[in-house]
T-cell receptor
Framework: EDQVTQSPEALRLQEGESSSLNCSYT??????LFWYRQDPGKGPEFLFT???AGEEKEKERLKATLTKKESFLHITAPKPEDSATYLC????????????????FGKGTLLTVNP | EAQVTQNPRYLITVTGKKLTVTCSQN?????MSWYRQDPGLGLRQIYY???????DKGDVPEGYKVSRKEKRNFPLILESPSPNQTSLYFC???????????FGSGTRLTVV
């Protein structure tokens, strides 16, 4: 069974205080690890896709990295507008050789950045 | 603007009264999916569709139906809603590229 565990559940930072969010996963045949941002009352917003160990993606103050067992979302010098819940998800093929995929989400990390 | 549109945003209904939540996307995406989000449980997939007339069950399909008669629309049907279907529902779509899903703004459903 696919498992995605995000830690910490909640993180409170001061503006400018860099930190990292963790996403540990167990999946057979990873076909992508996704990071989303979700603001209260809104749908998740796609941030990054990572496909292979060693891959890194960056967007503004966010940088996502991937190993064979976990992914990190590094937040450099965060601002209050970075406050949100960050979701991690893993995707795998449902059937060998098929084009059906299963996406499993973690429960998220609630990030609060205080001014 | 590229988007996934769900309606209604909020819905309060009574047990057993059939309802439909509509979902439409304007990006010509092949894949569409429905999720429910509950506190402590995260996002769980209800149904998904790979293309017109092709649908399959997700992790929590019991009590739900879907149809995909047109590429842009993917309605979620609750034939006989029960209180345990009270939740926040999201529709999402994606193309066959490496990007993730584009999500709608959500439908908050309360069944009393």
């Amino acid at each position: 069974e696919d498992q995605v565990t995000q830690s910490p559940e909640a993180l409170r930072l001061q503006e400018g205080e860099s930190s990292s969010l963790n996403c540990s996963y167990t999946v057979s045949g990873l076909r992508g690890l996704f990071w989303y941002r979700q603001d209260p009352g809104k749908g998740p917003e796609f941030l990054f896709t990572l496909y292979s160990a060693g891959e890194e993606k960056e967007k503004e103050r966010l940088k996502a990295t991937l190993t064979k067992k976990e992914s990190f979302l590094h937040i450099t010098a965060p601002k209050p507008e970075d406050s949100a819940t960050y979701l991690c998800a893993v995707r795998r093929r449902l059937y060998s050789g098929g084009s059906n995929y299963k996406l499993t989400f973690g429960k998220g990390t609630l990030l609060t950045v205080n001014p | 603007e590229a988007q996934v549109t769900q309606n209604p945003r909020y819905l309060i209904t009574v047990t057993g009264k059939k309802l439909t939540v509509t979902c439409s996307q304007n990006m010509n995406h092949e894949y569409m999916s429905w999720y429910r989000q509950d506190p402590g449980l995260g996002l769980r997939q209800i149904y998904y569709s790979m293309n017109v007339e092709v649908t399959d069950k997700g992790d929590v399909p019991e009590g739900y139906k879907v149809s995909r008669k047109e590429k842009r629309n993917f309605p979620l049907i609750l034939e006989s809603p029960s209180p345990n279907q009270t939740s926040l529902y999201f529709c999402a779509s994606r193309d066959s590229s490496r990007r993730g899903y584009t999500f709608g703004s959500g439908t908050r459903l309360t069944v009393v």
